[in-house]
T-cell receptor
Framework: GQQLNQSPQSMFIQEGEDVSMNCTSSSIFNTWLWYKQDPGEGPVLLIALYKAGELTSNGRLTAQFGITRKDSFLNISASIPSDVGIYFCAGDKTSYDKVIFGPGTSLSVIP | NAGVTQTPKFRILKIGQSMTLQCAQDMNHNYMYWYRQDPGMGLKLIYYSVGAGITDKGEVPNGYNVSRSTTEDFPLRLELAAPSQTSVYFC??????????FGPGTRLTVT
């Protein structure tokens, strides 16, 4: 079936560093979404992207919808301890059962 | 708004027992979803609903059943629980297919 790949799988960074992660697919998506999951909680939507090339920010987070529509990128600037968690990308082909979630990138921030 | 609520938070079942996981949303969303998340993995869609009275299978429906008699509620039924159903179950809702709001999850262990 369709799959999303996320890289890196995990990362350990120092507080204050910038973070970059990405999500790729062999399929084209109409919408890209980024979620964050804190330990023991459900995922929370961070950013939604609707157009190829779109760049959207939410505070220290910036995400981009790749031009090919097969990838998306998430950057976090000046990381802080509460950024710790798992970041999931999701692609939506605008069909009810076609919201596909990636396996996640686990972020650890060292104070 | 309470958002998406799930009960119970934790449950231990013996093999062969049955149970219903409850999910309710107060955002008047038409779309509702059930996912399972195995340790260290992403989310897999079990069932979804596009409105009261309408449900359909997702990626991993075997061993589960759902019903949607109202807009607010979307219970998930496990019949004849098996160890392979040990997982964390998340319910989600959306008014827009991609932008899903998740509940806090139900942690189920089958022994």
């Amino acid at each position: 079936g369709q799959q999303l790949n996320q890289s890196p799988q995990s990362m350990f960074i120092q507080e204050g560093e910038d973070v970059s992660m990405n999500c790729t697919s062999s399929s084209i998506f109409n919408t890209w979404l980024w979620y964050k999951q804190d330990p023991g909680e459900g995922p929370v939507l961070l950013i939604a992207l609707y157009k190829a090339g779109e760049l959207t920010s939410n505070g220290r987070l910036t995400a981009q919808f790749g031009i090919t529509r097969k990838d998306s990128f998430l950057n976090i600037s000046a990381s802080i301890p509460s950024d710790v968690g798992i970041y999931f990308c999701a692609g939506d082909k605008t069909s009810y059962d076609k919201v596909i979630f990636g396996p996640g990138t686990s972020l650890s921030v060292i104070p | 708004n309470a958002g998406v609520t799930q009960t119970p938070k934790f449950r231990i079942l013996k093999i062969g027992q049955s149970m219903t996981l409850q999910c309710a949303q107060d955002m008047n969303h038409n779309y509702m979803y059930w996912y399972r998340q195995d340790p260290g993995m992403g989310l897999k869609l079990i069932y979804y609903s596009v409105g009261a009275g309408i449900t359909d299978k997702g990626e991993v429906p075997n061993g589960y059943n759902v019903s949607r008699s109202t807009t607010e509620d979307f219970p998930l039924r496990l019949e004849l629980a098996a160890p392979s159903q040990t997982s964390v179950y998340f319910c989600a809702s959306s008014s827009n297919i991609g932008e899903q709001y998740f509940g806090p999850g139900t942690r189920l262990t089958v022994t």
